[in-house]
């Protein structure tokens, strides 16, 4: 029990540290209302717990530790679905109602397309 919470504090650690390099990345670089940082961590999270859960389904090559640490640790660290709410909130609270509906439109539909597309590459392998 111990390992696993170890592994899943060091995944989350790791995540949270690479969606902190993106998010400020992308607000260096782009000064722009619609959140860019948080957008991309969120699609590519989705693809990368797709991409491990298929891997986990059609092989044993990731124990139960390493899908503790890959999944709940590491993408739970950093996907940032909780700022992403916050986020929406700021965009519809402000007046920027368009740039709220495209927020949540596009992550939640591109988030689950993404997910089948990680699911869809490994199955390919």
């Given at each position: 029990?111990?390992?696993?919470?170890?592994?899943?504090?060091?995944?989350?650690?790791?995540?949270?540290?690479?969606?902190?390099?993106?998010?400020?990345?992308?607000?260096?670089?782009?000064?722009?209302?619609?959140?860019?940082?948080?957008?991309?961590?969120?699609?590519?999270?989705c693809f990368l717990?797709?991409?491990?859960?298929?891997?986990?389904?059609?092989?044993?090559?990731?124990?139960?530790?390493?899908?503790?640490?890959?999944?709940?640790?590491?993408?739970?660290?950093?996907?940032?679905?909780?700022?992403?709410?916050?986020?929406?909130?700021?965009?519809?609270?402000?007046?920027?109602?368009?740039?709220?509906?495209?927020?949540?439109?596009?992550?939640?539909?591109?988030?689950?397309?993404?997910?089948?597309?990680?699911?869809?590459?490994?199955?390919?392998?």
């Open positions: 029990m111990i390992k696993n919470m170890l592994l899943i504090g060091l995944g989350g650690g790791i995540g949270s540290i690479a969606r902190y390099w993106c998010q400020k990345w992308f607000a260096d670089n782009f000064q722009h209302p619609f959140p860019w940082g948080t957008f991309t961590v969120n699609i590519l999270g717990i797709g991409v491990f859960y298929a891997i986990a389904e059609k092989s044993s090559l990731l124990s139960p530790q390493t899908r503790l640490f890959l999944i709940t640790g590491l993408c739970g660290g950093f996907t940032t679905f909780s700022t992403f709410a916050f986020e929406n909130m700021n965009l519809l609270r402000s007046g920027d109602v368009a740039y709220g509906i495209l927020y949540i439109t596009s992550s939640v539909v591109l988030g689950i397309g993404a997910v089948f597309a990680g699911i869809g590459i490994i199955k390919l392998l």
